[in-house]
């Protein structure tokens, strides 16, 4: 179980990742017409970020707050089912 502060971490991380590293796919793209060497290495670098971005989503999709029972199952007594 994560602490509710280090969920908070994961998700901003998450999202300054993906919106950060699109951004400089983007930028890298364009970067391409007159330096094709730095433009290249911007894309890769954006492209790197934003797929850690979704990395950290499936991450927190993992973690447990404090206090969240949603994933608890509950054992029911089958005496007397037919």
């Not at 602490?3 to 930028?27: M, N, P």
């Not at 330096?35 to 447990?64: E, H, K, N, P, Y």
Request: proline share 2%; aromatic share 8%.
């Amino acid at each position: 179980m994560a602490s509710q502060r280090l969920i908070e971490w994961i998700e901003r991380l998450a999202w300054i990742l993906i919106y950060g590293g699109l951004f400089g796919l983007v930028l890298g793209l364009a970067t391409r017409r007159e330096s094709d060497a730095l433009g290249l290495s911007i894309a890769i670098a954006g492209g790197v970020a934003a797929a850690g971005g979704f990395v950290l989503i499936w991450v927190r999709s993992r973690l447990r707050a404090p206090g969240d029972t949603s994933g608890q199952t509950t054992t029911r007594s089958h005496k007397g089912a037919p």
